[in-house]
């Protein structure tokens, strides 16, 4: 069965700064991968999506992420924080119609 | 404004008395799904549904029964909560279930608290 680690449980930035957020994940086959944004107090929100097309996928609000399948990752980035990125960020595998969730990281931004 | 709801937001309980979690769709979507979240386990699935009358259990189903009569309704009932189902709960749903092409829109969540 597929699973996905969230190398980081917490990240901190400064407001300006780049943003790195790790997921390493396992699976037997073409997986799909998922980045959701959750804000305090809200459901979740899709940031962007990898299905097998191009390996560097664009998302909202400025996040991207590069899938490797070399190194079973899929990062995500964005090259200059904002305070309203504060929130926690879950990578997603997904195969066969199940669907596996990272254990989350929370983003906080220093102005 | 195509949205999943879900009511209510806040609950809390007692152990043993049953609850109904209600969810909802207005998007048509075949697949919907439920999830609870727990601090340092991201989410897991409870219960999910490809269609009307079908339904099947996700990972953790046990203390939770769901039902699926109308497409866009899809309840989550506890019949006799405990403590370690405290948590947060989100409704899910999608246009047929989770293939590539497929995107989940996420309800807002009910934390329930069961004492």
């Known amino acids: 069965a597929q699973s996905v680690t969230q190398l980081d449980s917490h990240v901190s930035v400064s407001e300006g700064t780049p943003v790195l957020l790790r997921c390493n994940y396992s699976?037997?086959?073409?997986?799909?991968l998922f980045w959701y944004v959750q804000h305090p107090n809200k459901g979740l929100q899709l940031l962007l999506k990898y299905t097998s097309a191009a390996t560097l996928v664009k998302g909202i609000n400025g996040f991207e992420a590069e899938f490797k399948k070399s190194e079973t990752s899929f990062h995500l980035t964005k090259p200059s924080a904002h305070m309203s990125d504060a929130a926690e960020y879950f990578c997603?595998?997904?195969?066969?119609?199940?669907?596996?969730f990272g254990a989350g990281t929370r983003l906080t931004v220093k102005p | 404004e195509a949205q999943v709801t879900q009511n209510p937001r806040y609950l809390i309980t007692v152990t043993g008395k049953k609850l109904t979690v209600t969810c909802s769709q207005n998007m048509n979507h075949e697949y919907m799904s439920w999830y609870r979240q727990d601090p340092g386990l991201g989410l897991r699935q409870i219960y999910y549904?490809?269609?009307?009358?079908?339904?099947d259990k996700g990972d953790v189903p046990e203390g939770y029964k769901v039902s699926r009569k109308e497409k866009r309704n899809f309840p989550l009932i506890l019949e006799s909560p405990s403590p370690n189902q405290t948590s947060l709960y989100f409704c899910?749903?999608?246009?047929?279930?989770?293939?590539?092409?497929?995107?989940?829109?996420f309800g807002p969540g009910t934390r329930l608290t069961v004492l």
């Open positions: 699976s037997s086959y073409s997986p799909s």
């Open positions: 899910a749903s999608s246009l047929a279930g989770l293939l590539p092409t497929d995107t989940q829109y």
């Open positions: 997603v595998v997904s195969e066969n119609n199940d669907m596996r």
């Open positions: 549904s490809m269609n009307v009358e079908v339904t």
